[in-house]
């Protein structure tokens, strides 16, 4: 199980960090991801992390603005977001390849 926070309103330019903290589960083995779903616009993948935190991929889209990483004796996955732009306003989901295990999302809405 997974729930995800840090979400809100940031005006463009600005920064957040995103939480994912799980539950019941042996965190510390899984990838995880970051994606997100704008309205109207299919879920889209944003960052991926290994289960050692040593491989991170990202959408060419947040490329240079956006860091994936993770607390393994949190159990946290974390998505610091920086210069954020308008088109990054979405729901932000966790997601666990294995199992295909989704959190229930947090909106980021970017704003002037």
């Known amino acids: 199980q997974f729930v995800e926070s840090g979400g809100g309103l940031v005006q463009p330019g600005g920064s957040l960090r995103l939480s994912c903290a799980a539950s019941?589960?042996?965190?510390?083995?899984?990838?995880l991801e970051w994606h997100r779903q704008a309205p109207g616009k299919e879920r889209e993948f944003v960052a991926y992390i290994n289960s050692k935190g040593a491989v991170t991929r990202y959408a060419d889209s947040v490329k240079g603005r956006f860091t994936v990483s993770r607390n393994d004796a949190q159990n946290t996955m974390y998505l610091q977001m920086n210069n954020l732009k308008p088109e990054d306003t979405a729901v932000y989901f966790c997601?666990?390849?294995?199992?295909?295990?989704w959190g229930q999302g947090t909106q980021v809405t970017v704003s002037s």
């Open positions: 997601h666990r390849i294995i199992g295909d295990t």
């Open positions: 019941h589960m042996h965190f510390i083995a899984y990838d």
